[in-house]
């Protein structure tokens, strides 16, 4: 997966082309990025504003975010969206 321009003739990029029906993980850059990486992380950022933080509810939260966090720099999501939430904003710092 390629950050840099692409041929702009070439099909827009579908989900199947990522990751094929049946396939759960892929290698990107070295690093697995297992399906479903990125909904999870949407997933604890948001429940991560209920919690109350030192909960241990908090800390599996957040730890789950930080493992999480270099699929999302490899797949490139970070070079196009950015956090609303300072606490995310945070947890992807810390680990960059």
Do not use: W, Y
């Amino acid at each position: 997966m390629s950050h840099s321009s692409s041929n702009p003739h070439q099909p827009a990029v579908r989900p199947e082309d990522v990751l094929p029906e049946g396939i759960d993980s892929t290698a990107i850059n070295g690093l697995t990025v297992r399906k479903g990486s990125v909904a999870a992380f949407v997933a604890n950022a948001l429940r991560l504003e209920d919690l109350t933080e030192g909960t241990p509810e908090h800390a599996a939260v957040v730890t789950q975010m930080r493992e999480l966090a270099p699929a999302l720099r490899t797949i490139g999501l970070l070079d196009v969206f950015r956090p609303r939430s300072p606490a995310v904003e945070r947890i992807l710092t810390e680990v960059a």
